[in-house]
């Protein structure tokens, strides 16, 4: 088997971002575009039928039977979070090239196909609609309003996709690939500090916090920096700093709740111009999809109440909500038998994260393994897995595959 690391190791150099550190790998960029193209040589090195699907999302086959229907997918994603780390999404993806190394090694005969999958825009960095490829997959979303998405540069998600190949009037449910997933089951980097306080390389997923993203702008009177006076302003960005505060008391008073604001755009943004308007983003997200809503009800409350004593306004946009998920219980127990081989006592851990696995879970049973991050610090350069780590991950997944071959 070739480790982990080494895996990785090629891909080391694609998409780094000198300006904020770490990784930038938007989908359907040169970055990405460079990262599909690594997945494909390893999965024909592999012997691995390589296929882009109508949504983009790419299947590396081991074609163990006639049909590919209710095969075992496994898989992650490769696009980045602006400046993340090098594990979040190629982790999954690596281990499952290596899983299938030593599954050959082990000379294992399948009784069904596998598929190694790629999901595009898991981190809705571009187009800012997370697990916007397994969304489409599964219908969960409306293609003309992928269509319509709009990037920082004002291109639109069809642009993209036809620069990259994929026709856009093709987007949407695929029947087809939701036939094909039998079980899928995703490798992750831990994101948190789980497996450092419970002291084990590999943990099983319980469940998956709902989660959902939203854009509040505020507009207020766009002025000059020198000639308006105090008492003259609408100033939104005075109303923007308020809410930011707001959404980090309110969200400190709701048990269990997360809030973030990690995005903020002036517009111009001039630096002797007071903005006309502020764009900032909400993240949101709570186990209970009713306080999680109720929450976010107050946030907009508290963030119309502030805008309009700046004499501005505010107006709030969905871009994407995920439920609560829990992992399908079978496969789980499955997973936690196959691990009792090589890691007894493989914990189950929940995950704050999103992941294409909670998405699928709408069409097929999914479950997760997680990997110990010795820093607990994700999407940041500070992510971090250890070689043997990394490897233990991949001879777990090998062993929960095999199980499930
Ligand atoms: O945002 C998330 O939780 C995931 O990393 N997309
Ligand atoms: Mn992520
Ligand atoms: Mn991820």
């Known amino acids: 088997m070739q480790t982990v690391s080494s895996v990785l190791d090629a891909i080391s150099d694609i998409g780094r971002d000198t300006a904020r550190g770490g990784y930038s790998r938007g989908v359907h960029t040169p970055a990405e575009r460079s990262l599909r193209e690594w997945f494909a040589a390893e999965a024909h090195a592999r012997g691995l039928a390589v296929e882009t699907d109508r949504n983009g999302i790419l299947w590396a086959w081991w074609d163990a039977t006639a049909s590919r229907d209710g095969a075992l997918v496994t898989g992650s994603h490769l696009d980045s979070v602006p400046g993340g780390g090098a594990y979040d999404g190629p982790l999954g993806v690596a281990s499952a090239l290596a899983a299938v190394d030593l599954l050959r090694e082990r000379g294992v005969t399948p009784q069904r196909s596998l598929a190694v999958t790629v999901f595009p825009e898991e981190e809705g960095s571009r187009f800012g609609v997370s697990c916007l490829g397994s969304r489409l997959l599964t219908g969960s979303i409306d293609p003309d309003a992928v269509r319509a998405l709009t990037d920082d540069d004002g291109t639109t998600f069809a642009e993209a996709s036809a620069r990259a190949g994929i026709d856009p009037a093709h987007l949407g449910r695929d029947e087809e690939a939701v036939r094909r997933i039998g079980d899928f089951v995703e490798l992750h980097v831990e994101q948190g500090r789980g497996l450092i306080d419970l002291d084990s390389a590999i943990a099983v997923g319980s469940t998956m916090l709902g989660h959902g993203r939203w854009r509040l702008s505020i507009s207020g009177q766009g002025n ?146 997680f990997v110990r991050n010795p820093t607990g610090i994700s999407h940041s350069p500070e992510e971090f897995v250890e070689r043997e780590d990394a490897d233990a991950g991949a001879v777990a997944l090998a062993d929960v595959l095999e199980d499930l071959l």
């Open 224 to 369: 000059h920096a020198g000639t308006t006076l105090m008492a003259d302003r609408a100033d939104p960005m005075i109303a923007a700093a308020q809410v930011v505060l707001a959404v980090r008391k309110l969200a400190s008073e709701q048990d269990g709740a997360r809030a973030t604001v990690g995005r903020l755009t002036p517009v111009p943004g001039g630096t002797n111009v007071i903005a006309s308007r502020v764009d900032l983003w909400l993240d949101v997200r709570h186990e209970d999809d009713a306080v999680k809503a109720a929450l976010l009800e107050r946030i907009h409350g508290q963030a119309q109440r502030i805008s309009a004593f700046e004499g501005c306004r505010a107006t709030l946009t969905e871009e994407s909500t995920s439920g609560t998920v829990h992992f399908d219980g079978a496969l789980r127990r499955t997973l936690g038998n196959s691990l009792a081989r090589s890691f007894p006592g493989a914990p189950t851990l929940p995950t704050g994260a999103g992941h294409d696995a909670g998405i699928l879970a709408a069409v097929a049973p999914t479950a997760m393994l």
